[in-house]
């Protein structure tokens, strides 16, 4: 079983950048496909990104696209989100999770997630 820890999290200004990491322990990081959901107050939580297990093959909600960027380090054991032109739309609580598929985009095809951490986007 592989444990995740996000962190990277904050508040921010409209229009500001943040960078999300989750790291992983356990050998078995590399043979996963990684994926980052966010999840605001009263809403379901919501697909955002997903890298295949050697990085070479990204995807995007529409929502993120040519914002965000996501990418892993295998050696590092760890996965990253680079958020860019942040809006108070993508305030939530961000998640990254394991799949076994490439690409998944819901949250029941993910396991082994992660506590979370809160990015807030002010106007």
């Known amino acids: 079983q592989v444990q995740l820890v996000e962190s990277g999290g904050g508040l921010v200004q409209a229009g500001g950048s943040l960078r999300l990491s989750c790291a992983a322990s356990?050998?078995?990081?590399?043979?996963?496909?990684m994926g980052w959901f966010r999840q605001a107050p009263g809403t379901e939580r919501e697909f955002v990104s997903a890298?295949?297990?050697?990085?070479?093959?990204?995807y995007y909600a529409d929502s993120v696209k040519g914002r965000f960027t996501i990418s892993r380090d295998n050696a590092k054991n760890t996965v990253y989100l680079q958020m860019n032109s942040l809006k108070p739309e993508d305030t939530a609580v961000y998640y990254c999770?394991?799949?076994?598929?490439?690409?998944?985009?819901?949250?029941?095809?993910?396991?082994?997630w992660g506590q979370g951490t809160q990015v807030t986007v002010s106007s």
């Open positions: 999770a394991t799949s076994t598929r490439f690409v998944a985009t819901t949250p029941d095809r993910y396991h082994n």
């Open positions: 356990g050998r078995t990081f590399s043979s996963y496909a």
């Open positions: 890298i295949n297990w050697s990085g070479d093959s990204t």
